[in-house]
């Protein structure tokens, strides 16, 4: 089983609806999480991490459910902007330790216009 | 002023050549990595650094030699390059090894015939 999973997509996604993705992780004793966007042919970017009690930023809120184990990300109001692939992140330190960050594969997510 | 550059961005060589790829990252982070990205889209750490320090030494070939002369420079060299090492090499940089956000260079392409 893979250690962090998610649906490679592509979603495609009329401008101006939600759309939300999930992730699911392997190890029970992870303890941070992190959502990344790479747009094409570019270097990942922190978009948010993702908080116990939930959190949003703008358009996007992120869920952790530690029970199932899997965190999600919602975009509201999508814009051709935020075309990219989204890449759900596990670390195994509270402090999101960066030698314990598990990347997966990520979602893509395509807006049309 | 880029916060963290790699060169050459993309690298076009023959099976069994030896080629460096260069990283230097002006944020005054202590931390540096090399992560390795295939055709797959999995983002694998290779090696991390820390204040010139080797902390991270994944399961990858003896023919890839990371080198930090200071900590705002992580250089990586690989020997006798094989097919399977065409990928996309990302350096990175984060505040402390604690730290769960990376600060991604552009990426350096390496294609391997």
């Known amino acids: 089983r893979k250690e962090v999973e998610q649906d490679p997509g592509p979603f495609n996604v009329p401008e101006g609806a939600t759309v939300a993705f999930n992730c699911t992780y392997s190890n029970s004793a992870s303890q941070s999480f992190f959502w990344y966007r790479q747009d094409c042919r570019k270097e990942p970017k922190l978009l948010m991490s993702v908080y116990s009690s939930g959190n949003e930023d703008g358009r996007f809120t992120a869920q952790l459910n530690r029970a199932s184990q899997y965190i999600s990300l919602l975009i509201r109001d999508s814009k051709l902007s935020d075309s990219a692939t989204y890449l759900c992140v596990v670390s195994l330190y509270s402090g999101g330790g960066a030698d314990g960050l598990t990347f997966g594969k990520g979602t893509h997510l395509i807006i049309q216009p | 002023d880029t916060a963290v550059s790699q060169t050459p961005k993309y690298l076009v060589t023959q099976m069994g050549n030896d080629k460096s790829i260069k990283c230097e990252q002006n944020l005054g982070h202590d931390t540096m990595y090399w992560y390795k990205q295939d055709s797959k889209k999995f983002l694998k750490i290779m090696f991390s650094?820390?204040?010139?320090?080797?902390?991270i030494n994944e399961t990858v070939p003896n023919r890839f030699s990371p080198k930090s002369p200071d900590k705002a420079h992580l250089n990586l060299h690989i020997n006798s390059l094989e097919l399977g090492d065409s990928a996309v090499y990302f350096c990175?940089?984060?505040?402390?090894?604690?730290?769960?956000?990376?600060?991604f260079g552009e990426g350096s392409r390496l294609t391997v015939l």
């Open positions: 650094y820390n204040n010139k320090e080797l902390i």
């Open positions: 990175a940089s984060s505040p402390g090894q604690g730290d769960g956000e990376l600060f």
